[in-house]
């Protein structure tokens, strides 16, 4: 077996992100994008030589000793003590000037350690070998619209379609690797300088993070998280994407494995609590400005997703000559779920603006008219059956999460025209919220067993059901959310998390084969459930469990196979760290959760 998925650290320049394993491996990333096509993919394949991988290590091999990230930065440092003595590797993607650069400086601690180099290129997700050439002390790599310099001052040679050096390190010494990408019919980018670059990034990151505003109990974990939605985030256009891989399984070897790198409006209103929660009230803005121009244009063609920069096509296919992650196929390239109908992503997205419009980020008329014309769609349109928030790609049906999100949008809406004097329909839209409130209590209640459902007539549950208080939809102490949070955590409990859903419930109406682990924000919602009914002492035991998950480095995947204890999904998820900084803002609260936290 290869690398764990939480063996992996990340690194990034907020607009791409690289994955770099415990030995010494940047086995992921894509140039120049979060979703550009990967030129290193060896996370996604279990031969390294064919799909492309980047290694530098000792020559011993073995994974490091230790390793962390340089105080509140994306500057990793990953030490190994051997026979010979002990050397670190330094590494970083410098904020992005006019090229994609990534600094490696290894590091002689002590002794004399003999290391290796091992560069192997593989451009479009492993199908295409570059024409590698030395330009004076560069080595240089070209692939058609694509070209990779590599700047360092020890001898690289050519070895079976991959670049090798080896090379010694003593106490003091300092090494640099210097990769840089730039499109091949462009003039060559000057190379960063490895020390200025490492400096420079530090200082980036330690002026960023002074914004913060949280100062409680978990102020390590929540530091952490927060560095890693920034390092998620595109920075030309504010947009936030879920995760920065494809394709890691939800279940080893089987084929829930999807594409993770594009925006999803069902994190909107999560991401804006966690961001203006916490003091970051510019990249709050940048995404709250992302989500109104992805959502301009036609509101019945509202998508569920888009791409970083608000694509809507997002077509999906498979990458067959790759094996997968421990052979969990297929690969997958694009998101058909963007084609779906989930009711639920009008109302986040009206939930989400809401927050905004609260906490005084200011909308003006254009936006408004924008979420007026959703508000017609719903009142046509909330009555339809969808595809649910989990994407399920079974039948349509009436799920109870989108019904009550379809009543959050317009009861928020009712509240900005009474509160913030825009104009429309109040009573209007109020009148159609209760007669979501009515059906959803008629036909999405189980009162035999005490718990809301997933759909309308389904004996399955429904993680997304412990969102129903967090947007006002019933209160706290109502029986109905006590016995719903209660069956919850009965029914959807695998050793304390959660999953999303039961994908055997209901004759599998999900569609798809195969299981999934637990999901790690669904957890912390039930983290947030607990507090909201009194039971803080049992929440904040739920909480320590979850931020244990972490790696070394303070990363969550999307999931977690609560057996094992091994990550699973794409990583790291966003959703995941967005669940930790919000549970973390509601566990040091006091006295009560407050309605707005969104769904």
């Not at 415990?22 to 279990?46: H, K, V, Y």
Request: aromatic share 10%; hydrophobic share 40%.
């Amino acid at each position: 077996m290869g690398k764990l998925i939480e063996d992996y650290a990340l690194l990034g320049d907020l607009q791409t992100a690289a994955l770099v394993g415990n030995d010494g491996a940047i086995d992921w990333l894509c140039l120049p994008r979060f979703d550009s096509p990967a030129c290193l993919a060896a996370l996604l394949d279990d031969d390294d030589h064919a799909a492309g991988s980047w290694q530098l290590a000792p020559a011993s091999g073995g994974t490091c000793t230790r390793r962390r990230y340089r105080g509140d930065s994306l500057i990793l440092e990953s030490e190994w003590d051997t026979p010979d003595g002990t050397v670190r590797i330094i590494e970083t993607m410098p904020i992005r000037g006019d090229a994609v650069d990534v600094v490696r400086v290894v590091e002689g601690v002590s002794g004399k350690v003999p290391m290796r180099m091992q560069l192997c290129l593989r451009f479009d997700y492993g199908q295409t070998v570059p024409w590698v050439r030395h330009a004076g002390p560069q080595l240089v790599a070209l692939a058609g619209p694509d070209a990779i310099w590599l700047n360092t001052p020890v001898d690289v040679t050519g070895h079976n379609l991959t670049s090798v050096a080896d090379f010694e390190v003593a106490t003091g010494d300092r090494v640099p690797f210097v990769l840089t990408y730039h499109p091949s019919y462009l003039p060559q980018p000057e190379p960063v300088e490895a020390e200025k670059a490492i400096a420079d990034t530090e200082r980036f990151w330690a002026e960023w993070i002074d914004q913060l505003s949280y100062d409680g109990e978990w102020d390590e974990a929540v530091r952490r998280s927060l560095i890693t939605l920034k390092a998620l985030t595109y920075e030309p256009t504010g947009g936030i994407l879920a995760a920065a891989t494809t394709s890691l399984p939800e279940e080893i070897g089987g084929s829930r494995n999807w594409d993770y790198r594009y925006c999803w409006l069902r994190d909107a209103t999560f991401t804006l609590q966690a961001l203006l929660g916490t003091g970051f009230v510019h990249e709050a803005t940048a995404w709250r400005d992302w989500l109104l121009r992805a959502i301009a244009g036609d509101p019945a063609s509202l998508q569920i997703m888009y791409g970083i920069d608000g694509t809507r096509r997002l077509q999906e296919y498979t990458v067959d000559w790759l094996s997968g992650y421990e052979s969990s196929a297929p690969v997958r390239v694009g998101n058909a779920a963007s084609d779906q109908f989930q009711l639920d992503t009008w109302g986040e997205v009206l939930h989400g603006l809401h927050l905004a419009r609260n906490n005084g980020m200011a909308v003006d008329k254009t936006a408004w008219d924008m979420q007026r014309a959703l508000l017609d769609f719903l009142e046509d349109h909330w009555r339809d059956p969808d595809n649910g928030l989990w994407e399920v790609r079974g039948d349509r049906q009436h799920f109870v999460h989108s019904k009550v999100l379809a009543w959050a949008g317009l009861m928020n809406a009712a509240e900005a025209v009474e509160k913030h004097g825009v104009d429309g329909p109040a009573d209007k839209w109020r009148r159609i919220a209760d007669e979501i409130h009515d059906d959803v209590c008629t036909n999405g209640f189980d009162a035999e067993r005490n718990t809301f459902t997933q759909f309308y007539g389904s004996t399955g549950l429904d993680a997304a059901l412990l969102l129903i208080p967090r947007v006002g939809f019933l209160p706290w102490d109502d029986s109905r959310v006590v016995g719903t949070i209660d069956a919850v955590q009965r029914e959807l409990g695998r050793d304390g998390f959660l999953l999303r859903y039961d994908v055997e419930a209901d004759g599998g109406a999900d569609g798809l084969d195969g299981e999934e682990g637990s999901f790690i924000v669904c957890t912390f919602w039930l983290v947030d459930a607990l507090h909201g009914i009194g039971r803080t002492d049992e929440a904040r035991a739920l909480f320590e469990r979850l931020i244990a998950l972490r790696n070394d480095v303070g990363l969550l995947a999307e999931e977690v196979d609560p057996d094992s204890g091994r990550h699973l999904g794409n990583t790291p998820q966003a959703f995941s760290h967005v669940g930790l900084v919000n549970s973390a803002l509601m566990l040091s609260a006091d006295p009560a959760v407050s309605t707005e936290a969104g769904a």
